[in-house]
């Protein structure tokens, strides 16, 4: 008798599962490129618009809540153990970012995601463990983590080797009273014949253009900058041209 | 027919997942009621969890902390007979040069090296200036200036130290960290053997042996394990600076300004060594600190990654208890905090092999004022923790003894 309750009772526990919206896997990919060939790193082979030659040297940044949009607007938001993730040029494992989604739609027509994270979740000590705590934003800008370490040398008006970082975070008003959300979401359209599949992971690949951060809506010159995480202006210019920085690259 | 409470015929996988589960019950019952008659060794764990330092704690399987596997640490790292001697002249122990007044570093004022620079117990001179002893057990990056015992390392030994290969010493733990500083010509330049047979030798230690690991055999192995635990026990997460963060204590003006400057843009220290939310006070990475324009030391980090980039790349040590820790720099070139913070305000030497996040290496440094020099001092001198330096539980179990180095 004891036996048949335990029976019955995981018999049950199973179907109770069995009766949810399908778990769909879902990896995104984070490739980095130079106007669309892969981005090669530490060789002073770069211009942009504004002349600077530059060669890259770190890229370190947040992405966060990423959500699937159906054609009638309906959101779904994809699953992680904290629906941010750390991506490191460096680490070749930050490259991937596993997720899940729990809906039993199967048609979307974009896709969106979070560059850096939203000021109620960018607190001080989200992170305990490098690299990601590593990030850590200076607690008189607001505290939290940085969104990106884009460091970088450049070829300078004197001709010298100088050091350059574009580093961004919370913003600060001029008065130093708040703190400004300096994270955008970024919105690409999925290709209109893609459909989820449920049974295997689907792969989407996202790329970054490095070089559009100094040149895609503003035209950025490297002499006119030292240290930018407490000129709000100069971050504000930075995420505008960020945030045409990503394109789908490939669906699967 | 079927019973209601289902709301579908049962399938397969759900008798399969039930026979899982069932086999996991009866063998999780067997194994408890095994473990219950079990008189295998089970001595008491050692805890150093510290709540915001990281979750990962560099601790091998194989060398689990315990009690009694640290306190014989203690013992073995402060006995000079560690390097296999027992002339009182040739006594060297880990604590002649790793001193607890200093947060286990040598100290200006070691009267065996002059200005903090080291030697081994042949005279030959250390690669490197030292690094204290704090908080390693949290080290995810490497041992050494360079990094060169990590875990990801795959060779035995090394030619450039000359210390040889040997099982289990893998290099890429403090087990084998201890090792080297028996072994190489720069340390204690000691013999494995006759360590071994002079340990043994001491009545104490068998019985400590077996307590910390199950028996009285002492070997080499062992002998680095326990020191390795040790080690690993040197916490220092209680400095004024902690006790403000708890709300125990407040800084003043001075320090708090400091605190400021050194998040700041202005002076930029955080990106290299941590900030309030990164306690372990250091990034742990290995960075060129426009210290020199001419790299000709064979140690830096380019023995371990092979890389010309990293020339003149070392390891950014910990900021915790700075101000004990002199001489500074991987050379040992400064001797006063202030000299090492004149040297980021205006002594910057410019190369291409300067870690971008120098980023005011063309104008020479960050040119604070004489005031706000004055107050990053302050502020770094608040990471000085003194119940470090003065815990008894780190401090040498047998003073009196000859064998036993202050």
Request: aromatic share 12%.
């Amino acid at each position: 008798m004891k036996k048949l309750f335990v029976l019955i009772t995981f018999a049950n526990f199973i179907s109770f599962f069995n009766v949810l919206p399908a778990q769909t896997k879902i990896q995104i990919n984070f490739i980095h490129c130079v106007n669309d060939s892969p981005a090669i790193f530490n060789k002073l082979i770069y211009v942009n618009n504004a002349g600077n030659k530059y060669m890259l040297k770190d890229l370190q940044y947040f992405i966060s809540d990423v959500t699937l949009y159906t054609k009638e607007g309906i959101s779904a938001a994809l699953q992680s153990s904290d629906n941010i993730h750390y991506v490191d040029v460096a680490v070749p494992s930050s490259l991937i970012w596993h997720l899940s989604l729990k809906s039993d739609v199967e048609k979307f027509n974009s896709i969106s995601f979070r560059f850096g994270i939203i000021k109620e979740k960018n607190k001080s000590f989200l992170f305990k463990n490098p690299p990601a705590n590593l990030m850590a934003w200076p607690e008189m800008l607001g505290g939290g983590y940085h969104y990106m370490k884009l460091n970088l040398k450049y070829m300078d008006t004197s001709g010298q080797l100088s050091n350059f970082n574009c580093h961004l975070g919370l913003g600060i008003t001029e008065n130093k009273s708040n703190f400004i959300d300096n994270s955008f979401v970024v919105n690409l359209a999925l290709p209109s014949n893609f459909i989820l599949d449920q049974a295997n992971e689907n792969t989407i690949s996202i790329q970054m253009n490095i070089d559009q951060w100094f040149n895609a809506v503003n035209k950025i010159d490297m002499n006119k900058y030292d240290g930018i995480m407490d000129n709000e202006q100069a971050m504000k210019q930075f995420c505008e041209n960020g945030s045409k920085a990503f394109v789908l690259k490939t669906v699967q | 027919m079927q019973i209601q409470f289902f709301k579908r015929p049962i399938k397969k996988l759900d008798l399969f997942c039930f026979l899982i589960c069932f086999f996991l019950l009866t063998y999780s019952c067997i194994s408890r009621k095994n473990k219950s008659s079990d008189k295998t060794f089970s001595p008491e764990p050692y805890s150093i969890n510290v709540p915001l330092f990281p979750d990962y704690v560099n601790i091998p399987e194989d060398n689990p902390m315990t009690k009694a596997g640290v306190e014989l640490g203690r013992y073995l790292f402060y006995d000079g007979r560690l390097s296999g001697n027992t002339e009182k002249s040739m006594l060297m122990s880990c604590a002649s040069c790793h001193k607890q007044t200093h947060a286990f570093e040598a100290g200006l004022d070691n009267p065996l090296y002059k200005d903090g620079h080291m030697h081994g117990i042949t005279g030959k001179q250390t690669p490197h200036s030292m690094l204290p002893l704090i908080n390693l057990a949290w080290n995810s990056e490497g041992y050494l200036w360079n990094g060169m015992i990590n875990m990801l390392n795959v060779k035995l030994g090394s030619e450039a130290y000359k210390v040889p290969a040997q099982k289990p010493f893998d290099f890429q733990n403090i087990e084998s960290l201890v090792w080297m500083g028996i072994v190489a010509p720069h340390e204690m330049n000691g013999n494995v053997d006759r360590t071994v047979a002079v340990i043994k030798s001491e009545k104490m230690y068998p019985p400590m042996f077996a307590k910390a690991f199950g028996s009285d055999t002492i070997s080499i192995d062992r002998i680095c394990k326990a020191v390795a635990q040790f080690v690993r026990s040197l916490v220092s997460a209680n400095s004024r600076f902690d006790q403000y963060m708890e709300g125990k204590v407040k800084l003043n003006d001075a320090e708090l300004n400091g605190l400021n400057l050194f998040t700041s843009e202005k002076a930029d220290c955080f990106h290299c060594h941590g900030a309030p939310a990164i306690p372990l006070w250091t990034t742990n990475r290995f960075l060129n600190n426009a210290k020199d324009t001419i790299f000709n030391d064979k140690y830096d980090r380019r023995i371990v990654t092979g890389v010309e980039d990293d020339k003149g790349k070392y390891r950014v040590p910990t900021l915790r208890n700075i101000a004990l820790t002199a001489p500074y720099m991987h050379d040992g070139r400064f001797t006063t905090l202030r000299q090492v913070l004149e040297f980021y305000n205006g002594g910057l030497q410019k190369s291409d092999y300067t870690d971008p996040l120098m980023k005011y290496t063309n104008r020479g440094g960050v040119h604070l004022s004489e005031k706000e020099l004055d107050d990053l001092e302050a502020f770094l001198n608040t990471l000085t923790d003194s119940s470090f330096i003065t815990n008894p539980a780190f401090s040498n179990p047998m003073p009196r003894n000859k064998f036993f180095i202050q």
